[in-house]
């Protein structure tokens, strides 16, 4: 199977000093499948449904792909990237958003809501702002377009923002995005998220509401912590979905372990149950409403 501690890629990536404290860059990351090497497709037009247009067959940058202008003002970023309304799932999530024990908040909503939360994390024809460092404080506002045709005219279109504070043990963030899904229908994605570094272990959480038009809203909150141990680190969290009456309630462990600057061994175990009707599953397995599920990871993770 694919990483469950670091995703897999190709990156490539550069800079041009234009002098007057000015720079351009750009930035092209590809998701890799590393257990049979194909590449990752992408979305198009920030759609699932109707409309759909994806990028397949091989390699896609399917993951970023920016250019930008940055300078004392900020950076203004074009192209494909993370909305600014994910990166709170990321940042706060012990596990990073990735592998069995990643957090169900955001997890639950996009089964919640047949599959359509398509900017849960990524948005094609963007254009971003971000802010500088004031004092500990910054600001993320992006703005994404559907790109249809004319009988399509606002699907895959919105727009996210995230303000950010980070100084010191302490980081805050609240994050709203929006995107049209059709004529009057749209998802509304809301979440704060927190840590605080109290030297012999990082504690980390986030609570998320996500509303989509015709669907129940999705409540979902984790909590959890980094404790570093020996040459390694202990993962750790408790997270939850609840969908009306609906719910999954997830805890994780796992640890890594440092061999060198590059290359990483990790394990996780996650287990998770249902109730209300819920059906939630780890690792591509099923189960039935009101189940139960248990998941491992174990791999290896080296950067070159």
Sequence with gaps: MNSAYKSSNLLFSGTEDLGGGLKASFYLEAGINNDDGSGQTTNLNNQTTVGQANGGGGMTFNRRSTVSIEGGFGEVRLGRDYTPHYT???????MGQLGVGASRAIAGSAGAFGGINFTAVRASNSVGYYSPDFSGFKVAVQAYLGENADNLPNAGSGSSVRGSYAKGPVSLGLAYGKTTTGAGTDIKSTNLGGSYDFGV???????????ATGFNDVKGFQIGARIPLGAGMVRTSLSQTDNGTAKTKQFALGYVYSLSKRTDLYATVATLRNSGGASSALNGSTTSADGSSTGYDVGVKHSF
């Design 88 to 94: 709170n799932h990321a940042v706060f999530d012990p």
């Design 201 to 211: 272990a990082r504690v980390l959480g986030a609570i998320t509401k996500d509303a």
